[in-house]
């Protein structure tokens, strides 16, 4: 089994509430959502050759209410 690696994720706070909402739905983790998130959007990435986004510096606009 491969070594998980530890991060620090500093995150607004809507956005980490959209997350834990989504994870609960999922049954699972805010951690194990956001890795499964991470490692959907790199499995995209080589599957298409192509960045999720062309703006990855810009922040996000979030419209979550």
């Not at 049954?27 to 194990?32: A, K, V």
């Not at 490692?39 to 999720?52: F, L, M, P």
Request: with cysteine.
């Amino acid at each position: 089994m491969s070594e998980k690696k530890q991060i620090p994720l500093r995150i607004n706070e809507k956005l980490y509430n959209a997350l834990a909402a989504w994870a609960e739905d999922d049954f699972r983790s805010i951690n194990g959502q956001i890795e499964y998130l991470l490692t959907e959007c790199v499995r995209q990435r080589k599957k298409d050759g192509k960045y999720v986004s062309e703006h990855l510096d810009e922040p996000p606009e979030l419209d979550i209410k």
